[in-house]
Nanobody
């Protein structure tokens, strides 16, 4: 059973930065694709970024390219999302996810079996 625990959310002004963390069960990164999704109030759960198990190159939503960076520390079993140049439209509940997604499916929420509880990010204008 994979367990995922997010942290690092908060309130930040537009243009600011935050780093989200997701502590994962041991072995998660070697077995699963890991990803960040977000859900704004009244909206769908949208893909933000992902990492495949054997590839350190991140996959990003267009809205995240150039501003967000996904990374992992295998020794700490922790996934990160560094978010820079934040905008009010980045306000959402951010979720960490793990699953056997492949390149063609990693942007789909249904490709992930395991989810964290979410961490709130609020960007003020």
């Amino acid at each position: 059973q994979v367990q995922l625990v997010e942290s690092g959310g908060g309130l930040v002004q537009a243009g600011g930065s935050l780093r989200l963390s997701c502590e994962a069960s041991e072995g998660t990164f070697s077995a699963y694709t890991v990803a960040w999704f977000r859900q704004a109030p009244g909206g769908d759960r949208d893909f933000v970024a992902a990492l495949r198990p054997t590839n350190s190159n991140g996959y990003y939503a267009d809205s995240a390219k150039g501003r967000f960076t996904i990374s992992r520390d295998r020794a700490k079993s922790t996934l990160y999302l560094q978010m820079n140049s934040l905008k009010p439209e980045d306000t959402a509940l951010y979720y960490c996810a793990a699953g056997r997604a492949i390149t063609s499916t990693l942007r789909l929420g249904r490709s992930y079996n395991y989810w964290g509880q979410g961490t709130q990010v609020t960007v003020s204008s």
